[in-house]
Nanobody, 113 residues
C-alpha cells in the first residue's frame, strides 16, 4: 500500500537548522510532483514547497523562500526539506504529499529558545 513516512522533525533554536525526510513506497515516486505543507496550531494548512518529478524545478512559499530547500532522490524514493534560519513561526506539523493525493502522517517541528 501507499506510504509516506516523514522524519527529521524536532526542536530547534531560532536561527538553527533541521532536515526533514519523507520516504515513499507503494507508488511510482519518480512520476509524482512532491510537496511539503505545514499546519501550525490554530491555523490552516499552508503549502510550503514543491518539486517536479524529475527535480528540474522547485517552488517555495514566500514565507520560506531563501531559507528552505527542497530536493529529492528518485533512486531512494525520498524527498527532503532542508530548513535553515528557522524562526518561531516555522513551528508546525510538516507533511509531505504526492501531488496532493497521498499524504504522510506528519512530523512536528518546534522552533523555540
Amino acid at each position: 500500500q501507499v506510504q509516506l513516512v516523514e522524519s527529521g522533525g524536532g526542536l530547534a533554536q531560532p536561527g538553527g537548522s533541521l532536515r526533514l525526510s519523507c520516504a515513499a513506497s507503494g507508488f511510482t515516486f519518480s512520476s509524482y510532483v512532491m510537496s511539503w505543507a505545514r499546519q501550525a496550531p490554530i491555523k490552516g494548512l499552508e503549502w510550503v514547497s514543491g518539486i517536479y518529478s524529475d527535480g528540474s524545478d522547485t517552488y517555495y512559499a514566500d514565507s520560506v523562500k531563501d531559507r528552505f530547500t527542497i530536493s529529492r532522490d528518485n533512486a531512494k524514493n525520498t524527498v527532503y526539506l532542508q530548513m535553515n534560519s528557522l524562526k518561531p513561526e516555522d513551528t508546525a506539523v510538516y507533511y509531505c504529499n504526492a501531488r496532493g493525493v497521498y499524504w504522510g502522517q506528519g512530523t512536528q517541528v518546534t522552533v523555540s529558545s
